[in-house]
């Protein structure tokens, strides 16, 4: 894919950061810290999809 390197350590950051924070809620028992870290992970995620979503879009132009 073109999606930058910057943007794509980004992404793994935040899911990294994601599932720190997750792991600090569970062990603190603190609900949403749980799911400010469960949400970043979906961010993350998201991050990577819409890039992919991008690269399909731009190959499938491609072809045409």
Known sequence: GNM???DRAK??????E?????AVGEITGD???KAEG????IQ???MNTAENVKDKVK??????
């Open 4 to 6: 930058s390197l910057q």
């Open 59 to 64: 190959n499938f132009i491609d072809k045409i």
């Open 11 to 16: 992404a793994i950051a935040k899911n990294i």
């Open 38 to 41: 469960k949400a970043k992970q």
């Open 18 to 22: 994601g599932k720190v924070q997750e």
């Open 31 to 33: 609900p949403q810290q």
């Open 44 to 46: 993350a995620q998201a």
